[in-house]
């Protein structure tokens, strides 16, 4: 396999499946079809990140067979070859909320248990900085952290936005005084992005789970809540998807999970209106028409509202969509 030969296709082809942080590329090969990814550029920075993906696809080759088999990774470029993997992308089964086939749900179980028995010692180093093992306050605190960076990040078009709307200086203030009482578990590994967009339903049934880039080493418990909180489950599947990652985990891994496990959906709602008052507003800057303005418009509402009862807004009004396409008409992001 000529791997640059590939690269170089990919490129020429330009099109593709686009994420936040990478686009994949089919190209054929000898051995037949593989998948080119390369980093989009200037990607804005929204998610923690550990380590570079093709480092955690070597370490979990042995102990995760529902990853990706990595190929190639080029440094100069920048790029990785993966195997091609048959089936159907989850959210093309059906919209959000849909009921998904139960081997979904099965395959995110047998993904909880395999990620939860990987050893510490199979992976790469974290930083000498990172929250040791079962410091889950501390592995929050980085959460709320991040968000806090991406708040204060942006030019003055994104304040007034993020003014406008009522979106608090401090968005995680009333999440931090929750996180410091975070029951100390045992850290595993994370995927950290188990979505419908990252699970494909193969062709034999089974389901393998891409874009590993936002692997992280920290408590499982978050893992599970960012899961429930980007794949919205039917209320009985979620459920399902609750009682598998139990069955799964170590009793060492869910000390004091359930009310934990509310903690961290809250601060996935905070994270989801600040990240998605910075996409939305831009999508509903650049909508053709006012359709598709109203829908982007009521769905930032709704985010809105999600964070509102876990940051101090005080006795300020949500804004209703109508507001916040005049807030961003305003604003000129």
């Known amino acids: 396999m000529d791997a640059v030969a590939l690269y170089e296709e990919a490129l020429a082809l330009g099109a593709g499946q686009s994420g936040h942080y990478n686009r994949n590329i089919r190209v054929e090969t000898a051995d037949g079809p593989a998948v080119v990814r390369m980093r989009n550029g200037h990607a804005e920075v929204m998610d923690l990140t550990l380590w570079p993906e093709p480092e955690v696809l070597a370490a979990i080759a042995d102990h995760v067979p529902s990853a990706p088999r990595l190929l190639h990774a080029g440094t100069d470029p920048d790029f990785q070859i993966h195997a091609f993997v048959r089936g159907r992308r989850v959210d093309t089964l059906g919209p959000a909320e849909s009921r998904l086939p139960h081997a979904v749900l099965t395959g995110v179980e047998g993904l909880f248990r395999d990620l939860l028995r990987v050893p510490e010692s199979a992976l790469p180093r974290v930083p000498p900085d990172w929250p040791g093992d079962g410091d889950t306050p501390g592995f929050a605190d980085r959460l709320a952290a991040l968000v806090q960076m991406i708040r204060y990040r942006g030019d003055e078009e994104t304040q007034a936005l993020y003014g406008a709307l009522g979106v608090p200086k401090d968005p995680c203030a009333l999440l931090r005084e929750r996180f410091r009482g975070l029951t100390a578990r045992r850290f595993g590994l994370l995927h950290a992005d188990i979505h419908r967009q990252n699970m494909i339903l193969t062709d034999d049934g089974r389901v393998a789970f891409l874009d590993w880039e936002l692997a992280l080493w920290g408590d499982p418990v978050y893992d599970l809540a960012d899961h429930l909180h980007k794949t919205a489950y039917r209320a009985d599947e979620a459920g399902e998807v609750v009682a598998g990652w139990e069955r799964s985990a170590s009793q060492e891994c869910r000390r004091g999970w359930s009310s934990d496990l509310d903690h961290y959906l809250a601060f996935e709602a905070v994270k989801s209106a600040v990240v998605d008052t910075v ?42 969509p109508r507001e916040i396409e005049e807030a961003v008409a305003r604003a000129g992001v």
């Open 279 to 320: 996409r939305w507003g831009r999508g509903i800057a650049r909508a053709g028409d006012a359709g598709e303005r109203a829908r982007l418009a009521g769905e930032l509402a709704a985010k809105l509202a999600a964070a509102r009862p876990h940051w101090e807004a005080g006795d300020r009004p949500l804004p209703e």
